[in-house]
């Protein structure tokens, strides 16, 4: 049991790092030339600029600027709603956005947060600021390490989960960090994407319902 402890640390410390930093410097320049397509994409199917940045809490709730590929009209998200999940039939989502949205392709522009070290590829999503005074102490637990492109919350439910649904499975990740747990959790992301996360919605609520109960 102890040993399985110093290992965690041991990764979560030095080698969670490398990994990060390896992988997605290769994914970046395996995928360029769709990266460059869906630039040029974006910049013809509406004005506004090719990346959505957006300042966020990191670890040690540190802000940096999140990337994100455009999906949306220029100047949108002053007329969105905080708190309000914005949807495929949003009106104000473009042609290209819709597509780009529907297999995470503009989440791929984090692979440059990663590469710079504000985020990791495996961690708790990213919040807004004015999400933070709202977490109770436990979930403040996200904060001590870095956020990721993908989690064990985004695998288990994602945008059908309640805030707090979603930050246990943030704590029992950070909990549990191994290599074998990232590995797990990039492999099921990859098949969500490609199947729709609708497919893992019933198998995420009864594991909800199971720990729920078992608390």
Do not use: C, H
Not at 70 to 94: F, P, Y
Not at 124 to 144: A, C, D, K, Q
Not at 194 to 207: I, T, Y
């Amino acid at each position: 049991m102890e040993a399985t402890k110093i290992e965690q640390t041991m990764y979560s410390k030095y080698f969670k790092r490398v990994l990060d930093f390896g992988l997605s410097l290769i994914v970046l320049l395996v995928l360029s030339p769709l990266l460059i397509l869906v630039a040029i994409l974006i910049k013809l199917g509406s004005e506004g600029p090719v990346f959505f940045m957006q300042e966020r809490p990191g670890k040690g709730q540190k802000i940096f600027e999140v990337y994100k590929f455009r999906t949306m009209v220029k100047d949108a998200v002053k007329q969105q709603e905080v708190g309000v999940e914005v949807i495929g039939s949003d009106s104000r989502i473009t042609t290209i956005g819709k597509f780009l949205r529907r297999f995470k392709i503009d989440e791929l522009a984090q692979l440059i947060n990663i590469l710079k070290g504000d985020m990791s590829i495996v961690g708790p999503r990213p919040t807004l600021p004015e999400y933070v005074n709202l977490y109770e102490g436990w979930e403040l637990l996200r904060f001590s390490v870095r956020p990721g492109l993908t989690g064990l919350a985004q695998v288990n439910g994602n945008i059908f989960l309640e805030q707090q649904e979603k930050s246990a499975y943030d704590v029992k990740y950070i909990e549990n960090i191994s290599f074998f747990n990232d590995i797990k959790i990039i492999l099921k992301t990859v098949a969500i994407v490609f199947l729709g996360e609708e497919k893992f919605v019933k198998k995420a609520d009864s594991k909800i319902r199971e720990e729920n109960l078992n608390k």
